[in-house]
């Protein structure tokens, strides 16, 4: 059942921004386009350019939907992301947008905010995308599980999920190791933001089925055991200033290393997901997945806070 009225019209709002995340310049972009000369020579986020520019600018959009008004906290970066990705509306408070959108993208990723940004459009019933991590503590996680149990429409994920690097091992697709046995992957940055990147990449490939997680890192240097009931072990290393590796599997009968690089085909189909939901009311991941791997992010920063306790899942 479509949760929009015209589903080839597609009004949407933008909510941002966070330091270090300029989700509001690229995703916006990739639905309405972008002014190419202030984008390449302002945008505050170098390799938002880098790879927009990449693509065939007459290729760049997503059919029956726009991005028609956008929110940041500072309005001059409300009103610098418009000029750059040609969004028409500046508002000044979020619930601005209550009326004149069918729907959300909450593209701010500070998990601890989330509840505080969606529940106006919850109330109000407008479906909302929300970026990664959906949340970062239990009580929150309750609210949005209970709040979709009450026919809040609301999506979550990593675009990590969709990278094209990716597929060809969804689902336990693992013809080329044999059986697994273990899972190695490196990021960059905090695990409170960061973790849930390396999180959703794995949980494309194993599904859900995860047993427990062990931090025994600390806040820059997080080293993250989890063990999934399928038998095999995951290692995620979310190091603040070390650059992020190659997702490793090993297995009975070989080892294969994963390069993702393409992050503008990722973040699109994500985007294009959302749209897909919006049509159709069929959710591209089922929330029970997106409540596991929020509970492995609140177990990775309980276990870290535990000195490094195995908390199970």
Known sequence: M????DISNIKLGVIGMTEGNGHPYSWSAMFNKYNKEAMTAECPFPVIPDYLNKENYDTIGISGARIEYIYCNDRKDA???????????????PQEMIGKVDAVIIATDIGSEHVMRAKPFIEAGIPLFI???????REDLEFF?????????????SSMRYCKE???????NFHEVGTPRLITYSMPKKWETYGIHALEAV????????????????????IIHLKHRDGYDVIISNIYDCAGGPLTIQGTAGTVQINIKDSYTAFRTQLVNFVEYLRTGCEPVPYKHTEELMKLVIGGIESRAAVGKEVMI
């Open 203 to 222: 949980f494309a490939l194993t599904g859900p089925g995860f047993v427990s997680i062990r931090n025994t890192g600390s806040d820059r240097r997080n």
């Open 79 to 93: 009103e610098h992301v418009a000029k750059c990705s040609l969004i028409p509306h500046v508002v000044d408070t």
């Open 2 to 5: 479509q949760l929009v009225k």
């Open 166 to 172: 990716l597929v060809p091992y969804w689902n336990g």
């Open 131 to 137: 970026d990664k991590p959906l949340c970062d503590n």
């Open 145 to 157: 599980t209970s709040a979709i149990a009450g026919g809040a429409k609301i999506i979550s994920s």
